[in-house]
C-alpha cells in the first residue's frame, strides 16, 4: 500500500505556489501581484522558498499520509510504519521539480507563440495546467513507482 499523502500535498502546493498564477512576490511592479500570469526568477525564487518551507510543514512535521485501502471480504489490513528518520526524499524530489517546471523558467508548453518557448518568463492558465500533468506524473513516477527514500539521521 502506497503513501499518496506527499504526491498530493505536492501537486497541490505545485499548484498554488506556481508564479503568477494567484500570485508573484516580487511583482513585476509592486511588491506582491495578484493572477498576473507573469514570472521572473526572483519571483521563482521566492515561490521556491515558500514552497519549501511549507512542503517541509506538511510532510516532515505533520508528516500528512494518504492511503487508498481496497476492502476485499470480510476485512481491512492497515499496517503503519512508524520510523524515526526524517524521508526527505520527497521534499527534495517536489522541490526540485517545482523550480525545473515553473512555467516560463527553463521552458513553457504550449506557449503564447509556439508549441514550446524557452526562457519566456510568460505563463498563462494552459500552461499551469499542462506543467501540472507533467509535475503530477513525474513526482508519482519518482515517490510510488520508484519509491525514492532519502533518510537524514
Given at each position: 500500500?502506497?503513501?499518496?499523502?506527499?504526491?498530493?500535498?505536492s501537486?497541490?502546493?505545485?499548484?498554488?505556489?506556481?508564479?503568477?498564477?494567484?500570485?508573484?512576490?516580487?511583482?513585476?511592479?509592486r511588491?506582491?501581484?495578484?493572477?498576473?500570469?507573469?514570472?521572473?526568477?526572483?519571483?521563482?525564487?521566492?515561490?521556491?522558498?515558500?514552497?519549501?518551507?511549507l512542503?517541509?510543514?506538511?510532510?516532515?512535521?505533520i508528516k500528512?499520509?494518504?492511503?487508498?485501502v481496497?476492502?476485499?471480504?470480510?476485512?481491512?489490513?492497515?499496517?503503519?510504519?512508524?520510523?524515526l528518520?526524517?524521508?526527505?526524499?520527497?521534499?527534495?524530489?517536489?522541490?526540485?521539480?517545482?523550480?525545473?517546471?515553473?512555467?516560463?523558467l527553463?521552458?513553457?508548453?504550449?506557449?503564447?507563440?509556439?508549441?514550446?518557448?524557452?526562457?519566456?518568463?510568460?505563463?498563462?492558465?494552459i500552461?499551469?495546467?499542462v506543467?501540472?500533468?507533467?509535475?503530477?506524473?513525474?513526482?508519482?513516477?519518482?515517490?510510488?513507482?520508484i519509491?525514492?527514500?532519502?533518510?537524514?539521521?
Amino acid at each position: 500500500m502506497e503513501n499518496w499523502g506527499p504526491v498530493f500535498v505536492s501537486v497541490l502546493l505545485y499548484v498554488l505556489l506556481t508564479p503568477g498564477l494567484l500570485f508573484q512576490v516580487p511583482g513585476h511592479q509592486r511588491c506582491i501581484e495578484f493572477g498576473n500570469f507573469r514570472t521572473s526568477g526572483a519571483s521563482i525564487l521566492i515561490h521556491s522558498l515558500l514552497y519549501f518551507g511549507l512542503i517541509c510543514v506538511f510532510l516532515l512535521a505533520i508528516k500528512v499520509h494518504l492511503y487508498f485501502v481496497l476492502r476485499i471480504g470480510f476485512g481491512t489490513l492497515l499496517i503503519s510504519e512508524i520510523s524515526l528518520m526524517a524521508d526527505w526524499g520527497p521534499v527534495v524530489i517536489a522541490v526540485v521539480l517545482f523550480v525545473l517546471l515553473s512555467p516560463g523558467l527553463l521552458f513553457q508548453l504550449p506557449g503564447k507563440h509556439r508549441i514550446i518557448q524557452f526562457g519566456s518568463m510568460q505563463t498563462s492558465g494552459i500552461s499551469i495546467l499542462v506543467h501540472t500533468i507533467i509535475f503530477f506524473g513525474l513526482i508519482t513516477i519518482f515517490l510510488i513507482a520508484i519509491g525514492v527514500h532519502i533518510y537524514a539521521g
